[in-house]
Each structure stands twice: as structure tokens, then as C-alpha cells.
């Protein structure tokens, strides 16, 4: 089962396609989708859009993480962050593919067992679950490979499979 997690965003949107191979979890691709901050946001919203529509287009995941907004202080950062998850919402229904929403606390607990670990703890389980010869970088690469490894332990749960 292949599994695409995302951490939107619309300067860097993070995605990563990791394989789960019974017990084992494979990185298959990963990286960011970058836009400029000087660009029209309908510009930045189609870059994301198109290259997430390409990227599922060629690795044909079966299902789509998505890290759910968390709306801390930061209304400025909300906003266009809540734009950027639209984009994808639709690149994964344009896709008929199958979509999983997580929050940040459910992602960090599936990934180091504790729901409030830090980013750097995040960091080092997913270069170490996925066997990764370095930690990924920038940091939403690394979120995103660690929404796809929740996503692959959600779909590969028994009490989840049975609800379908």
C-alpha cells in the first residue's frame, strides 16, 4: 500500500509517498512543492494544485494523508495555509483518491508515540522508521513523510480496515 502524506502549505507544501511492506515502511519519494511569496496566491494555489496532480498521476498512491489545519494565534499564516489544504482536497478528489485527515497531535503520536513530541523528535523517528540515510530537509518534507507513516499505520490497522 502506497501512501501520500502532505503538509500544506503555500510557501513550502510538503508531500512524501511512503510504501508499507508489511511491518516495514519504504520512502519512496519526497519533497517540497515551493512557491514564491511574490507570486498572485491564484499562482501559488495552481503551482500546488499541478504538481500534486502530477505527482499522484505518476506514483498512483492508494490513499492521501493530510495534516488537518491547527489553528493556533496566527491568523495570517491560517488563511493561506486553509487555501493550500483546498487545493489539495480537490487534487485528491479530481483523483478519486482516498483521503485521510490527521491532526498534528495524532501524526506525532503515531510516529514517536507521543502526541506533543517536538519537531526534532519528529525528524529523528521518521529518518529512522524510514531508514533514511539523512534527515529530511526542509522540515515540512519531514512532516508530511511523518503524516504518510500515520496514514500507512491508520490504513493498516485492523480496527480501521474493518469500518471501511
Given at each position: 500500500m502506497l501512501a501520500l502524506g502532505i503538509?500544506?502549505?503555500?510557501?513550502?507544501?510538503?508531500y512524501g509517498?511512503?510504501?508499507?511492506?508489511?511491518?516495514?515502511?519504504?520512502?519512496?519519494?519526497?519533497?517540497?512543492?515551493t512557491t514564491s511569496p511574490?507570486?498572485?496566491?491564484?499562482?501559488?494555489?495552481?503551482?500546488?494544485?499541478?504538481?500534486?496532480?502530477?505527482l499522484i498521476k505518476k506514483y498512483r498512491p492508494d490513499v492521501m494523508?493530510?495534516?488537518?489545519?491547527?489553528?493556533?494565534?496566527?491568523?495570517?499564516?491560517a488563511i493561506p495555509v486553509g487555501q493550500a489544504r483546498g487545493v489539495i482536497l480537490l487534487a485528491a478528489a479530481k483523483n478519486d483518491l482516498r483521503l485521510l485527515e490527521r491532526t498534528p497531535l495524532q501524526?506525532?503520536?503515531s510516529v514517536t508515540g507521543y502526541g506533543k513530541a517536538t519537531k526534532?523528535?519528529?525528524?529523528?523517528m521518521v529518518t529512522r522508521l524510514l531508514n533514511l540515510p539523512k534527515p529530511p530537509k526542509p522540515d515540512d518534507v519531514a512532516d508530511a513523510l511523518a503524516v504518510?507513516?500515520?496514514t500507512s499505520h491508520m490504513m493498516n490497522s485492523f480496527t480501521f480496515r474493518n469500518n471501511l
Open positions: 503538509d500544506p502549505g503555500t510557501a513550502i507544501c510538503g509517498f511512503v510504501e508499507s511492506r508489511g511491518s516495514r515502511l519504504v520512502a519512496h519519494e519526497y519533497g517540497a512543492i511574490k507570486a498572485p496566491m491564484q499562482e501559488r494555489l495552481m503551482r500546488i494544485y499541478d504538481g500534486l496532480d502530477e494523508g493530510v495534516e488537518q489545519l491547527f489553528f493556533n494565534r496566527n491568523v495570517d499564516t501524526v506525532k503520536q526534532e523528535q519528529v525528524i529523528y504518510a507513516i500515520c
